[in-house]
C-alpha cells in the first residue's frame, strides 16, 4: 500500500476510527525512519499532513465565517506541521492529542502577535478569544445563542468585561474608505469616505494664514489695530475712524494700503521659496 492510498480518509480530532488513528500512525512511523531533505521525507510528511486538515479545521471553526478565518486556518496547517516535525511514535502518545495543543497554540500566536490589522491590548486580545471560545461552547450546549450574563458567568468575569472584549472583534472589520458598499439590492453604494464628514470651510484658510502670519508681524501698531478692528471686530470703517480719531476716508486709505502691502508680499513668497 502506497502512501497515497493511505490518506484517503482525513482525521478529525474525535476521530477517528480506529483504521483512520492507525493510518496515520502507520505513517508516523514511517516518517520517523526516514532521512529529513529527502524525496520520501517530504511526500510522507505531505499525507500526514492532508490526513489531518480536518483537524485544523475542527480547531478553526469557532472563526468561520469571518473576515480571518482562512488567516486562522493557515496558521493551523503551521502547527499541524510542526506537530508532524516534533511526534515521536516510541513515546507512546497519540497523535491527535499531541497536535491539538500545538495548532492551538500556533493560532493563539496568531491573535496575539499579528492577526490584529489594528493595537489591541494583550488582555484584550486574550478576553476575545476566551469570551468566542466560551460563546460557541456555551451555543453547542444550550441550542442557541448565549446570552452575556450566561458567558460572564461561566468565565466569572462582568458583562460590560464580555462586551469590552467582544469590541476587540472590530479590530478584525476594518476597511478602507474607500472601499465601496453594497446595497441589499447589489447596487454599489459611493465609498464610505464620500458618505461621512463634510467641508470644512476653515481649511482652505490654513495655508492663508501660516503664510500671512509672519508677514502681520511686519505691520505697526496702527495697521494692526486697523485689520484687527476691520477683520477680526467685524467693525466699519466710519466705527474704526470714530475710535481711532480720523476720518472714514482716511480709515479706508490706510486700509487699502496695508492689504497692497500683505498682497504683494504675499505674491512674492512662492517666487523667493524657489530661489
Known sequence: MTPRSMSATPLTPRSGTAEARAR??????RL????????????????IVDANI???????????GRQLYPDVVQTGVVGLIKAVD?????HGNEFVAFAVPTIAGEIKR???????????PRGQQEGFLAVTRTADDLQQH????????????????STADVRKARDADRAYNV????????????????????RIGGDERAL???DFRVSVTPLLATLSERDKTILRMRFWDDLTQRQIGERLGISQMHVSRLLAAVLRRLRTALDREPRAAAV
Open 24 to 29: 496515520t500512525g502507520r505513517l508516523l512511523v
Open 32 to 47: 520517523h525512519g526516514l532521512d529529513q531533505g529527502t524525496a520520501e521525507h517530504s511526500r510522507v510528511r505531505a499525507e
Open 54 to 64: 480536518a483537524l485544523v479545521r475542527h480547531l478553526a471553526r469557532r472563526y468561520r
Open 86 to 90: 516534533a511526534y515521536d511514535p516510541g
Open 110 to 120: 496568531f491573535f496575539r502577535d499579528t492577526g490584529w490589522p489594528l493595537h489591541v
Open 142 to 157: 444550550l441550542g442557541r445563542e448565549a446570552t452575556e450574563q450566561e458567558i460572564a458567568e461561566r468565565l466569572d468575569m
Open 175 to 194: 476597511e478602507s474608505l474607500d472601499a465601496a458598499a453594497m446595497r441589499p439590492g447589489g447596487a454599489p453604494h459611493a465609498p464610505l469616505a464620500d
Open 204 to 206: 482652505d484658510l490654513v
